[in-house]
């Protein structure tokens, strides 16, 4: 089986020692975040140095021979207790400054694609930018004044089913939704089972609607651009249940993959967009390795069949975020994210789990 040691390298020195650990890791959001806790010497140099605050410095994260992560410290917490000196380190991949920092210079860019807007706007920062799949031309892409560029960037990606997230190298990476469920399944998750510790599974009915209206306002008059019905809501007494969601949007988008133009696409996205935010299903498992000794990663499609959790039918889930955590009481154990992976190419799943 490979080690597991976990190694953090701050230029040239190489850290290890971890007491306690979280690296997280995800598919929708722009950096992978870790927060590690060792204990601290002040009499060595090469802690101070390494960990000293507000430097900014530059990191690789690994477990065993694998990298994780390339970011920056960016938060030191020194503790004192019971005599027993810890500090903790807090950091994020590289186009975490994404998330921060504000757009300075240029807002609007007109005939351009995704990745290439994304090219434009990570430059000052220092980050480069990989698009597994890139989007058509758009006509104009326009940032507000203060607006983070990572909530530019995702303003402009996620109407078209792209996310946006990190390599382990630290580039920013543009991905599509819709590849995403074509991967292969990696492990089964059944409860009772090894690797298997638990599940929290929840269905929220107040994030779901029966009729999804979306609109464009001019001169304060809705134009409808796009309504659906949500087929899957109960029907009460022949008719069904009426929770009407409507929202006004600047533009209706056009489903890239199938080159439609109708204008229910809008409607379309935010009926999947709230069946996949009523479902939440968490699991936890034992270990940061899949039954077959590769390291658990987002991506990754599974199998789970958990009857407690009244998720009765066996069916494929998409990691689509994880934590890796070290502790002293529990060891080494993983929290998972899934989501029905059909949400990712904006189809509503036809298997339902707890039917």
């Known amino acids: 089986m490979p080690s597991d040691k976990i190694t953090l390298l701050v230029g040239s020195r190489e850290i290890t020692g971890w007491t306690g650990a979280s690296i997280e890791m995800a598919i929708d ?19 101070r140095a390494a960990f000293r605050p507000f430097s900014y410095q530059t990191v690789k994260l690994y477990v065993g021979d694998d990298i994780l992560l390339t970011g920056r410290i960016e938060k030191v917490e020194p503790k004192i207790d019971a005599g027993e000196r810890t500090v903790t380190v807090q950091g994020r991949s590289l186009p975490g400054a994404l998330v921060d920092c504000a757009i300075r210079g240029p807002l609007e860019w007109s005939g351009m694609r995704i990745a290439d807007i994304a090219i434009n706007v ?17 006509e104009l892409a326009r940032a507000g004044y203060g607006q983070t560029a990572a909530a530019f960037l995702m303003s402009v990606a996620s109407p078209r089913n792209f ?22 399944v990696v492990a089964a998750l059944v409860e009772g089972e090894h690797p298997l510790l638990g599940v929290a599974a929840s269905f929220d009915g107040t994030r779901r609607f029966s009729t999804y209206e979306v609109a464009t306002q001019f001169a304060g008059v809705a134009d409808i651009v796009g309504s659906v019905e949500d087929a899957t ?16 949007v600047p533009e209706a988008f056009v489903d890239e993959e199938t080159e439609t133009t109708e204008p229910a696409v809008t409607a379309r996205q935010s009926r999947i967009e709230a ?11 034992s270990g940061w390795r899949r039954p077959d000794g590769k390291r658990w990663a987002e991506r990754q499609m599974v199998t ?33 994210r899934l989501v029905l992976p059909e949400t990712y190419a904006w189809r509503v799943p036809e298997v339902l789990p707890w039917e």
């Open 233 to 248: 809501m109960p029907v009460f007494e022949k008719k069904r249940i009426y929770r009407p969601h409507l929202a006004s």
């Open 163 to 184: 996310f946006l997230n990190s390599s382990y190298e630290g580039q920013l990476v543009i991905s599509s939704g819709s590849e995403l469920t074509k991967r292969a």
């Open 304 to 336: 789970l069949r958990a009857p407690g959790a009244m998720l009765y039918t066996e069916r494929k889930w998409l990691i689509a975020g994880l934590s890796l955590k070290l502790d002293a009481a529990t060891g080494e154990t993983c929290d998972m």
């Open 122 to 138: 990570c430059l000052p920062f220092g980050v480069s930018v990989r698009y597994d799949n890139n989007s058509k031309p758009i």
């Open 29 to 47: 959001q722009v950096a992978d975040a870790f927060s590690l806790t060792v204990p601290f010497d002040p009499e060595r140099s090469d802690l």
């Open 275 to 285: 069946i996949a935010a009523s479902i939440s299903v968490a699991v936890s498992v």
